[in-house]
């Protein structure tokens, strides 16, 4: 088949893939013929990640994370136009665009999809923002969600590990009815970031099957019933039919054609297609090459999601989710995840390394990460004499608890912080193979591991990863991994391919088997997993819960003290 | 009683006490008649603690820390005079020269007391010079020695809660038999340095009560027998009749007269009282007042050491050892101790705290301790979430084990350099607390609580301490409270008081309950000091053994890989 036979724009056809970070938004340029990648351009988030204090309120409780919804805007009018003219294209040339998100990243809106922290007098209250994926405040309101469906029975609960995160919309939903509920009243729609930015370029509402599937509950064509949310909150039982409702969309699918005022934006032509929105992780899958099921690609950034598609329904312990289409049409998509990995590297780096090597990275013009690297990478495994558990943002497979927390065990007067910097290196690659293996014993085996991600830069983290799983590991042939996927979601939604597959046979990119495990280090690594395995259960399946405990008391001196009062209520 | 009467020099007499500590010396010129300091001065040794590498030999195995002897006889002659000249007083006027020492620092020596790392050809030989107390490398000897006196039954053993540090003597000289047994029988004696430094002062040999019965095994007059040695190692059957044996002296008695080259080393007069030799810790009792049953010392410096007279023998698990007139003659003696506490503040403060507080202490002529104290001294206890065990070197009491190794548990991606500083905090006073109710428990109640030592310079950290142990803390009222006890016992060497007793009445200077426990904050502690507890015996008492293993792995990968041999190997 002569694919480009479909693209309207023939063999000069380009589409936009733009990629909504933590910190920041990447649009890149793709040639639909090939998957080029022609241009590229970031977008800083001004307000990043708010995360200790918001302007007006005052410093935010533990756990919160907050984003601003006209950093995202912004971000389309600035990266696309530079990525545009980094590929030296007529923006004529252009026939698609589609987005991908942090997710679950959801906020409340007005019916038309104003945010409420856009509105005159509620700038100042935390819970008018989309709350940002590493918001872990909800965890109560997580425990409650998971409790009442146990009790009752709910038979979805086990498509997501028999757990719900404090992560997802729901959770973030009743914590936001709890703590504010005038605001949750204001709040005509409640909806994934990833949607709301599709809605600013095509005029529209739309609901993708992968957030709703994922984040939102969304199981065999509905929602939870109303029946089951009442449970949760009286307030809450028409939660998902006044706020959530709406036509679920494939991926893949138009979404409608970009406004004029999103033309305006972003300078590219109106009318050009836009796609469904999507999910960072998931649309990955497609840009590293060709679409099989066991093969799970683990996008290693902040966090790491796993994403993996499989031909039938099997329930694995603690994953996040099994969606039907909720990676590729057609297919069970089973995704788990770490909370923190590359957010832990940069915690370590920022806060636990003394000047010294600061100066020395400074000097040689290196990163502190990179230098960190090459200080350990020569030394024998296990030479360090110290286990971690990397939990410092939670466990989000297959413990499914935000509330969890780091420990590094085995410090000595000779450790060094390089030392534990690759401590926690080899915790998230110890957290990774545990999440192997419980895929591996739900009948869901893992036949291939594939990499992407801003952390495939580091090849001693690479070699790392290989050595601790015992097996090779393939990296994307992009280092745009999620912006390339959206670029090829936009092809499909322009009409340039028939299906997801088909674009990513022609647009994907992998390397196979680039790191090979070393047997030696594996066999050390295997003693380290014991440790590790014990570790993780000790704390994380009941038998000391030291961290839920260290939390609590850390949470009841600094915002129960009665001589101040309730933060939560001061915002009430 | 006018005490001033059997001073020889009268009103005017002086002593001299030397505090030989880990890194340096100290001398102090202290008043006879009333304890007044009247100038110091500070020798620091130039080879410090030997724990990186041996010139010579290259780097050392891990645990490992030596010290080179010429640097304390180097002190000898550095500090004496620039104290006397400090003090502006007259050398005539000093009738008596005291000494106490870490122990147990112990070294192989010939039988005219020259240490074997001084004859010719053995400078490059680790096992010639003298391991400083902190050398951690004998734990599999002290292992052997524990388990050995348990199958025969020692009664020894539940003098020393039944368990033989690997810091001790024999430990020590076990493993200079098993690595390098040609040194061991070339050692004419194995003599803790604390005797070795009188016999530079007086010229014969001598040992003292208390690292004899302390460090050195000795009990109810005598060392373990024959036969217990025999099944240790054949070839170290005779190790106590042959390297060790010789009249015990009691505390404040006369070693002998100043010689003529000690006279001359020091500017001291020649024939001047030369008392006994003792250990930092315990010489220090007599140095803040009264000496009385309950009373327990907490001397805090790199290591703390709790030490406390009791009226009658009592066996208490996990202490240190029990001995008669092992602190002040005709008392029992009662020691525990924690191997690190000052050296895991000044190791974090090294090794985990960013630029920016180097920084910024720099700009404020402050240590970074001192700055690391101030940024959490106003949390609340128990906001940074964080719960840690003291054990970075090891545990020395109640678990007497030196493999046990640091752990921190509670970290997030919030936690900063100074929430983990104060857990560290923290984590010792934990660990003291957790002495002191073992004590208790064991009919010695603890009835006074007196810190002294370089960290009472704390006051946070001694706030810590009062509020974890809820108690009121009494402070040593001398900067020297080590070198004073010295003084104090060359005061009654000397003759110028009829036991130490009578001397600490008159000498000694306490601050009575400066620190007084905040009932809040100990509550809260109540509640830490729970969690302490738990992850004592989970990681301790061997319910996970991850500490000995990690450690083992470590020394497996580092010492035994074929391709490189046995470091230990090439020593011999």
Known sequence: MDVSANTDGGDDAYVIGVDFGTLS???????????????????????????????????????????DPADYTRALGEAVPAAIRDAGIDPAQVIGIATDFTASTCMPVLAD???????????????????????????PHADRINAV????GEKWINRYGGKISSEWQFAKALQLLDEDPELYQRAGRWIE???WIIWQLCGAETRNACTAGYKGIYQDGSYPSREYL???????????????????SPLGARAGGLTAAAAALTGLPAGIAVAIGNVDAHVTVPAAGPVATGKMVAIMGTSTCHVMNGAELAEVPGMCGAVDGGIVAGMWGYEAGQSGVGDIFAWFARNGVPGEFADEARRRGVSVQQLLDEKTVADPVG??????LDWEGGNRSVLVDGRLSGAIVGLTLATTAPEIYRALLESTALGTRK???????????????????????????????????RRPLSVIGSDQGPALGSAIHAAVAAGAYPDVPAAADAMGRINSDVYQPDSARADV????????????????????????????????????????????????
């Not at 949760?232 to 709406?246: I, Y």
Request: with cysteine.
């Open 383 to 388: 030479a360090h004499g110290l286990i971690a």
């Open 25 to 67: 938004a990447r649009a890149l340029v793709v040639r639909v013929r090939d998957g080029a990648e022609a241009g590229t351009a970031v977008s800083e988030y001004p307000h990043g990640a708010i995360d200790r204090s918001l302007d007006g309120y005052g410093e935010l409780p533990p756990d919160w994370a907050l984003q």
């Open 113 to 139: 999809g104003t945010p409420l922290c856009q509105l005159p007098g509620l700038a100042a209250r935390p819970h008018a923002y989309p709350k940002l994926w590493k918001h872990h405040a909800a965890q």
């Open 193 to 195: 970031a990833a949607d």
């Open 149 to 152: 469906a146990h009790e009752r």
């Open 525 to 572: 690594y295997d003693e380290l997993y014991a440790e590790y395995v014990r570790l993780h259960d000790y704390f994380g399946r009941g038998e000391n819960k030291a961290m839920y405990r260290l939390r609590a008391i850390r949470d009841r001196v600094l915002y129960e003290r009665p001589e101040e009062g309730k933060r939560e209520a001061a915002d009430q």
């Open 230 to 248: 009442a449970a949760l909150d009286p307030r809450f039982a028409s939660f998902a039919q006044d706020k959530l409702a709406h036509p679920i």
């Open 435 to 469: 999440i192997i293996e419980t895929f591996d014993e739900s009948g869901v085996p893992v036949t291939k591991l594939v990499v992407a991600g801003g952390l495939i830069k580091s090849k001693p983290l690479m070699q790392i990863y290989a050595d601790v799983t």
